[in-house]
């Protein structure tokens, strides 16, 4: 399991990792395929995007793009 300060330190367009629920995802790959683009994201690298993922997107839809940490 990892801890929030781990994933603190994935913020970065090089590394950049969310938590979504109870899960650790690595997005950096998604970042330029993101509809919404990669800013949004980068908004949220680093740290817990449940809130403002949940607000706009299906949960079904990161089984589809994403890979679990």
């Not at 680093?46 to 589809?64: K, N, V």
């Amino acid at each position: 399991m990892l801890t929030g300060a781990q994933v603190q330190q994935h913020r970065t367009r090089k590394s950049c990792w969310v938590i979504i629920g109870q899960t650790v995802y690595d997005i950096t790959d998604f970042l330029d395929e993101h509809p919404g683009g990669a800013s949004i994201l980068l908004q949220y690298a680093g740290s817990d995007a449940t809130e403002a993922f949940e607000s706009i997107h299906q949960a079904e839809i990161l089984t589809r793009h994403l890979s679990q940490e």
